[in-house]
């Protein structure tokens, strides 16, 4: 009777195990320490999974060993998406509060004007290929009737005014109409003369000089957008947990190797 009763309650012993080191593995005790408040605690865990079925931990120590390397490729995962966010905000920056200077350096020799005096749309950075070459194409047919335009301008002949509108895209002359009701231009021909010559003109050629280096000013942005200190930094870290990862990872393999070396000595 004895005997069962052993018999019994090592079958509950192991069956009680067996339950807390299922929630171990679930709900780790280090996890409320790795996992941050905007993080997944679903993630982590199916992490955490993965790497007791890799690894099948004997015991706490084990276990505690497991999570351990769990904890530190999350870090790792998190120091990635902390690389991305700075190199994401420093591009955002230098679009915003940069943009001449850069699309300056970006257009290589494609581009001797000054770019200091227009308020540049940030949209054409995230513009695709086709994208740039229909923008490009209608900048460049913009560009064409504006300087057809000016070639019929006589600033001594009225009559060469709605010639010279005419010739003009739909768009130009939208923005011509837009100009007449404030007080700086009057419907003249020397004075859309001046339009043209002063606004527009200026404004679609360094349109077409960016559109037609677009890979070049983008690849510009991108590398003035890398924060070499903060990433030394992360970097610095990152071979940090390397490390840790390297010596966690050895401790475990030499204590599976012992216990399946007394595992067989037992049998």
């Known amino acids: 009777m004895t005997g069962v009763n052993k018999e019994n309650e090592l079958v509950v012993a192991k069956e009680s195990y067996e339950l807390s080191r299922l929630n171990a593995v679930r709900h780790g005790i280090l996890s409320r320490y790795t996992i941050l408040p905007w993080e997944t605690q679903e993630e982590y865990e199916n992490l955490h999974v993965s790497l007791v079925a890799e690894y099948a931990p004997g015991g706490p120590t084990e276990e505690h060993l497991v999570e351990e390397i769990a904890g530190i490729i999350w870090r790792k995962r998190r120091l990635r998406l902390a690389e991305t966010a700075a190199f994401r905000k420093k591009y955002r920056s230098k679009i915003d509060h940069d943009r001449s200077g850069t699309m300056a350096s970006g257009i290589v020799g494609a581009w001797t004007g000054s770019t200091n005096n227009f308020h540049w749309i940030t949209d054409v950075f ?98 003035e957008a890398l924060d070499t200190e903060k990433l030394e930094n992360l970097a610095r870290y990152e071979i940090f947990l390397d490390r840790k990862l390297e010596r966690i990872l050895s401790i475990l393999l030499k204590l599976q190797a012992l216990r399946k070396e007394q595992e067989q000595d037992a049998e």
């Open 126 to 223: 995230n513009l695709n290929p086709e994208e740039v070459a229909q923008e490009l194409q209608e900048a460049t047919e913009a560009f064409q009737s504006a300087e057809k335009a000016q070639e019929i301008i006589d600033p001594e002949s009225p009559d060469t005014y709605n010639p010279a509108l005419k010739m003009l895209v739909d768009g130009i002359r939208e923005w011509w109409e837009e100009e007449l009701e404030g007080e700086g231009y009057s419907p003249s021909p020397e004075s859309i003369l001046e339009f043209l010559e002063v606004e527009v003109i200026p404004f679609f050629s360094l349109r077409r000089a960016v559109l037609s280096n677009h890979g070049s000013i983008i690849a510009q942005v991108q590398g």
